[in-house]
């Protein structure tokens, strides 16, 4: 990458904006109806909040259910609708739009040194998109009855009552939201970077922006169009999956998960993307391989297009697909090893600053690596026919969808809060948070691979005896798990209404943001930013805690830099 200097651009500390985005216009209406990347980051923020909550409260009555080896607190057929609509409201309501529309809505723009989305009415749109879909998901959750699992798979979906329809429409509806933001930001990568921000200096968490938007354009219209012919099979008796009517409940798996493989990609991709952020302004080093780590972005969306039969090698399809699938399940290992690797190198050597997005990318990178490794395992022919539905699938999604994208998801929110805010949070605290969570996370999926791979199958509220204790182990971890979570939020509320007023550049970052005010102006940058390399340090000082990290001119003297303090609130 070319480093190129940074001049003193003194727009970092100048306090010039005393009307910013979040104050301009504080009517109810100018929330609902404004066009501001900001606002719809927030706006998508705290819905997204209410979705975790209630996704949350559906994992905790699972979990307590789980505690006993007979009955507990729930008959068997109320257990499958619970765990459906755990897995609905987290994976489609929460963890799809998770990072993309909340962080990729507020950070992206500024980026790039944009002032907004290259369609910001589309962007609007998007979010009320989305809320019709969550409403539909409302309404079956009201309604009750959906047992068939997130999958949907048929023929439960085709028989029933008819209440799958709720949630298989909700995903369709979603699905729009998903691909509006993917369309958006394609076009604002291309066509609002500031001038002389090439390619080669876009940020990592651009390039994974970049990668996961053309997945959510090019899989996503493939689910919608799947639960259109769920929907058609239904009403109008076209046996499409259903044998009963000479359909194949096969095809109904393949349409599925060529939108689903991809689908984990759109989850985990943004959390790759943000996590270099949260990793080289702490180590005050670049990223290591910069080229390899944005490429592999690419190549990771590219190859997750080519794997979904490997959620299907016990559907009895052919011994060579499975080995074809099985072969490009590996592959994908060497673009996500090269990420691990190289930030784990960016660290090496540098001087760490273990603040709390920090120490949440280090959980990252420890919980990922197990999520990613034993998917590799689950990859071998072999050992998935053993594997297959057992808990040792459901440890190894959670390791990748909660180790790995909840948390970078929660990290990101920590580094980007003071931009966001204006506030600090407690440091002491957010650590406290973030320790809870990681043990509480481990202590409810360890168990979980030793379940799975003595048998105990996934999708069943009772079992035999031998399966008590591990299962009791992960309920508490669960229990754990909420408890650190519910610290995290009490952070943040108490950063809200007491929190020390945050510096425009609380942690030294060199991307563009840092050089906006806390929070931003409307339209992000009063001046043109100045595009530096988005990993260079160097000309970054810590001056002290209420003036955070400054330009200093290149020609300038050297300057006696302080030691950064953690920002205490
Ligand atoms: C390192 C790359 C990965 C590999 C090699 C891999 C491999 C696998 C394999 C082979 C299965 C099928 C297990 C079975 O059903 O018997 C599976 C299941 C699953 N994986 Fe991964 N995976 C990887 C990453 C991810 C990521 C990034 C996510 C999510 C963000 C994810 C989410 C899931 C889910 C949801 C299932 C469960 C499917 C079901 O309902 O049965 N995986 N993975
Ligand atoms: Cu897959």
Redesign the pocket.
């Known amino acids: 990458m070319s480093q190129t200097t940074a001049t003193d651009t003194g727009n970092v500390a100048a306090p010039r904006a005393m009307k910013h985005y979040l104050n301009h216009d504080k009517t109810i209406w100018s929330w609902l109806s404004t066009v501001d990347h900001k606002r719809i980051g927030l706006m998508y923020g705290v819905t997204l909040a209410i979705m975790f909550l209630i996704g949350g409260t559906l994992a905790l009555l699972v979990r307590i259910e789980l505690l006993t080896k007979g009955p507990t607190i729930m008959e068997a057929d109320t257990y499958n609708q619970v765990f459906t609509m755990h897995g609905i409201v987290m ?1 489609f309501l929460f ?1 799809v739009p998770s990072i993309p529309a909340v962080l990729g809505n507020f950070a992206l723009p500024m980026h790039l040194g944009a002032a907004d989305v290259a369609f910001p009415r589309l962007n609007l749109a998007s979010y009320y998109v989305y809320l019709a879909g969550g409403a539909l998901v409302l309404c079956g959750l009201i309604v009750g009855n959906v047992d068939t ?3 949907f798979y048929t023929p439960y979906s085709s028989q029933g009552d008819g209440s799958v329809l709720f949630l298989t429409s909700a995903v369709f509806v979603a699905g729009f939201a998903s691909i509006f933001t993917g369309i958006n930001f394609i076009v604002t990568i291309h066509k609002m970077r500031a001038p002389g921000l090439t390619w080669d200096r876009l940020s990592l968490f651009t390039w994974s922006m970049y990668a996961v938007s053309i997945v959510q354009v090019l899989a996503t219209p493939v689910v919608g169009i799947t639960m259109v012919l769920l929907f058609f099979e239904r009403f109008l008796g076209i046996g499409i999956f259903d044998p009963a009517l000479g359909g194949d409940p096969i095809l109904y798996q393949h349409f599925f998960w060529f939108y ?1 493989h991809p689908a ?2 759109i ?2 991709l943004p959390a790759f993307g943000v996590v270099s952020e949260l990793i080289a302004p702490f180590v005050r080093q670049p990223i290591n391989g910069y080229k390899f780590v944005a490429l592999s972005s690419v190549a990771i969306a590219f190859l997750g297009f080519l ?1 979904w039969g ?2 299907m ?2 559907s009895g399809q052919s011994a060579v697909s499975s080995i074809v699938f099985s072969l490009i ?2 592959l ?2 060497i673009p ?1 090893g090269v990420k691990v690797c190289n930030w784990v190198v960016t660290m090496y050597k540098g001087s760490i600053w273990l603040q709390t997005p920090f120490l949440y990318a280090l959980s990252f990178l420890f919980l990922f690596t197990i ?3 034993t ?2 395992m ?2 071998v022919l072999a050992i ?1 026919i053993h ?3 057992t808990y040792f ?1 459901v440890s ?2 959670h390791y ?2 909660m180790g ?2 909840v948390i970078a998801a929660i990290g990101a929110l920590h580094y980007w809060w003071p931009k966001m805010t204006g506030k600090m949070f407690s440091e002491t605290w957010g650590k406290v948070s973030c320790l809870l969570v990681f043990l509480g996370f481990n202590l409810t999926f360890l168990p979980q691979f030793v379940l799975g791979s003595r048998g105990m199958p996934r999708r069943y509220a009772q079992y035999v005896a031998e399966f008590q204790e591990l299962h009791q182990m992960s309920s508490y971890g669960a229990f754990l798990l909420g408890f650190g979570l519910f610290v995290a939020l009490g952070v943040f509320i108490h950063s809200m209404m007491a929190g020390k007023k945050a510096p425009p550049n609380p942690w030294g970052g060199a991307t563009l943001e840092w050089q906006c005010t806390s929070p931003p102006p409307y339209y992000n940058f009063l001046e043109p930013p100045t595009v530096n390399d988005p990993y260079n340090y160097k000309p970054l000082v810590y001056r002290d805690g209420d003036r955070g990290w400054e330009y200093v001119h290149p020609e300038a003297p050297e300057v006696p830099q302080s030691e950064p303090e953690p920002a205490q609130s």
């Open positions: 994976v963890l699992g997130w999958t689903s984990v990609y989850m985990i794997v490997h959620h090698f016990v399940t590996y994908i290992g996500t999520g990613g490794l998917g590799i689950l990859g998935d594997l297959h539905d699938v190894h999604f990748v969808m790995g994208t």
